[in-house]
Nanobody, 113 residues
Framework: QVQLVETGGGLVQPGGSLRLSCAASGIILALNAVGWYRQAPGKQRERVAMITSGDNTNYADSVRGRFTISRDNVKNTVYLQMYSLKPEDTAVYYC???????WGQGTQVTVSS
């Protein structure tokens, strides 16, 4: 059974940084494409970053140049490094193995002064 646990969210001021972690069990993340998604109140969940099994990455236009997705294969963890955070980045952030239906519980990111 695939389990994903997201951590690292919190309250940060505009312009600040956070690093989110997605730790997995029941699946080897290195062999799979993994995405980071977010859902703001009243909005649909959107994918903001993805890393393929070949370590190719892509990003939503809204975060390109500010967010970086990476993985640590030893720790079976995928990260989302977020820089220059804006209030509109406020959302619950989730990770997901693209080919699997399971979602983690998410981690709240709030960008506010």
């Amino acid at each position: 059974q695939v389990q994903l646990v997201e951590t690292g969210g919190g309250l940060v001021q505009p312009g600040g940084s956070l690093r989110l972690s997605c730790a997995a069990s029941g699946i080897i993340l290195a062999l799979n494409a993994v995405g980071w998604y977010r859902q703001a109140p009243g909005k649909q969940r959107e994918r903001v970053a993805m890393i393929t099994s070949g370590d190719n990455t892509n990003y939503a236009d809204s975060v390109r140049g500010r967010f970086t997705i990476s993985r640590d294969n030893v720790k079976n963890t995928v990260y989302l490094q977020m820089y220059s955070l804006k209030p509109e980045d406020t959302a619950v952030y989730y990770c997901k193995v693209i080919s699997r239906p399971s979602w983690g519980q998410g981690t709240q990111v709030t960008v506010s002064s």
